[in-house]
């Protein structure tokens, strides 16, 4: 609507609506939370988590308008029609730009669960976005190093039964985890310094998803993999805000969840190595896919 504005003004009006919405709803969320929390009702318990996901889907409602407000662009995408609204979702996707989630958040609002994020635990502490993240029932996950196992080796398990726990809460009330299983952002130098052997992504790490899959595998209907090609090229922010990405084309296959990629990936070598063939192969599609979407005739 506001596209024929030039583009850093619309970067900047962009980048404001988005801080001033975020702003916005974190109060609600907030007090939502902190009642939810000390009001110990199963049925209360239930019905604020409702509430709580319905005000983060009028925060996503917003920063569509918002890109529909100041952008010109075009989503392309297949693959949706096998979703639905009341099922529980991983979703696994490549990472080219801090673009991407909000490209997620719009294509699955009102699709799929409410998509929320495995996040280490020190980013609680992060200033206004931890707590954020706290209200939304983001799972904060602790992780023990190998060194550090070695040293304490009664803490064995205790990472993924940690987070066991935190994904208790989502047995009543459906919800999408993704997860980048790049871990960073494509970019060709971290590629070049991997020595990836795929041509558009970096080497995918397996131990995050075999990780959620070992602490909530019985309560996931599918997994939702996501491939985000941009034909023009992946942008900043900082250019998307400006108005710079103007076709984003997505596929969506929904993979069932299957006893095979469930088990124990840090204690387990054979299955370990199993899924990591698994993710490989995962992979090694996703690249190929890719490079027939970048080729496609706009």
């Not at 604020?48 to 989503?75: E, G, H």
């Not at 997620?104 to 992060?126: A, D, H, S, T």
């Not at 985000?228 to 997505?250: D, N, T």
């Amino acid at each position: 609507m506001l596209s024929f504005l030039p583009g850093p003004v619309r970067g900047v009006l962009a980048f404001l609506l988005y801080i001033a919405n975020t702003a916005f709803w974190i109060g609600p969320l907030v007090l939502f939370s902190i009642l939810k929390l000390i009001i110990p009702f199963q049925f209360w318990q239930y019905l604020s988590r409702i509430i709580i996901d319905f005000i983060a889907t009028c925060w996503v409602d917003f920063n569509s308008f918002n890109l529909w407000l100041l952008q010109r662009i075009r989503i392309e995408a297949r693959g949706l029609e096998a979703l639905g609204k009341d099922m529980w979702y991983i979703v696994v996707s490549n990472h080219q730009s801090w673009v991407d989630i909000l490209i997620l958040q719009k294509l699955f609002l009102r699709k799929i669960p409410f998509l929320k994020f495995f996040l280490k635990q020190e980013l609680i502490w992060v200033p206004l976005m931890g707590v954020a993240w706290w209200a939304l029932d983001f799972p904060f996950m602790k992780r023990y190093s190998s060194s550090f196992l070695e040293k304490n080796p009664h803490l064995r398990g205790k990472d993924i039964e940690i987070t066991r726990k935190a994904c208790e809460k989502f047995k009543t009330i459906p919800v999408s985890i993704v997860n980048f299983m790049e871990g960073t952002r494509y970019t060709p130098e971290k590629h070049l310094r991997q020595q990836s052997p795929f041509s558009h992504l970096l080497k995918p790490k397996a131990g995050g998803i075999a990780f959620i899959l070992g602490s909530m595998g019985d309560m996931v209907t599918g997994i939702v993999n996501v491939t985000i090609a941009y034909p023009e090229g992946a942008k900043s922010f900082w250019q998307f805000l400006c108005g710079q990405v103007r076709q984003v084309k997505v596929n969506v296959e929904l993979i069932p969840v299957s006893e095979d990629i469930i088990g124990n990936y840090f204690e387990d070598e054979g299955f370990r190595e199993r899924f990591q063939a698994w993710v490989n192969r995962l992979w090694g599609n996703k690249d190929k896919q890719l490079r027939e979407m970048i080729s496609q005739e706009n």
